[in-house]
């Protein structure tokens, strides 16, 4: 149940554009389509931004987006907002039937 | 509205045990998988456990297993994590959370700190 690696930070320009990875194996990631993605700010409960991959919950802007090639997933979001700054976490269902996070990837927006 | 209630948190001693409880409510909660996650003091999420909607099907992260039992009582809307031979690494805010693949609703969490 190694967790999933993720880079430790990512930064971005207001109105631009930044993609987060999320790195698994087959037995995670690149085996089911049961991708989640978290936006945490401090102090705060999760937040669930994507779902299996990239299907995105009411509520939540379309500048968030979700995607997986083989073992990685990754999280694009277009247009940085100064809200947009928090801690963000990748999930996947793994083979054992149980979960697994990301290390987390802090945002900041310059 | 959903919501979810987490309590029970507190500080106990290295072995000691703990029990915490989540209260749901503004859902049919006895249709979902629910899950455990906790977050140590400055650092990640961290899975811990779900259960079926029925109870009948349980699963733990390593870490914890043979030490939390998850259980729930779906005519209480309510869901339990009882936490056995607790360490400190195991000091964590722990949250509850709706659903089995990806979490749409979660409480605000209960702090527990493990410490002599």
């Known amino acids: 149940q190694s967790a999933l690696t993720q880079p430790a930070s990512v930064s971005g320009s207001p109105g631009q554009s930044i993609t987060i990875s999320c790195t698994g194996t087959?037995?995670?990631?690149?085996?089911?389509?049961?991708v989640s993605w978290y936006q945490q700010h401090p102090g705060k409960a999760p937040k669930l931004m994507i779902y299996?991959?990239?299907d995105r919950p009411s509520g939540v802007s379309n500048r968030f987006s979700g995607s997986k090639s083989g073992n990685t997933a990754s999280l694009t979001i277009s247009g940085l907002q100064a809200e947009d700054e928090a801690d963000y976490y990748c999930r996947s269902y793994t083979s054992s039937s149980t979960l697994v996070f990301g290390g987390g990837t802090k945002l900041t927006v310059l | 509205e959903v919501q979810l209630v987490e309590s029970g948190g507190g500080l106990v001693q290295p072995g000691g045990s703990l029990r915490l409880s989540c209260v749901a409510s503004g859902f049919t909660f006895k249709s979902y998988w629910m899950t455990w996650v906790r977050q140590a003091p400055g650092k990640g999420l961290e899975w811990v456990a779900n259960?079926?909607?029925?109870?009948?099907?349980?699963y733990y992260v390593d870490s914890v297993k043979g030490r939390f039992t998850m259980s729930r009582d779906n005519a209480k809307n309510s869901l339990y994590l009882q936490m056995n031979s607790l360490r400190v690494e195991d000091t964590a805010v722990y949250y509850c959370a709706r659903g089995k693949f990806s979490s749409t609703y979660w409480g605000q969490g209960t702090l527990v700190t493990v410490s002599s």
């Open positions: 299996d991959v990239s």
């Open positions: 259960i079926k909607e029925d109870g009948s099907e349980k």
């Open positions: 087959s037995s995670d990631i690149g085996g089911f389509n049961y």
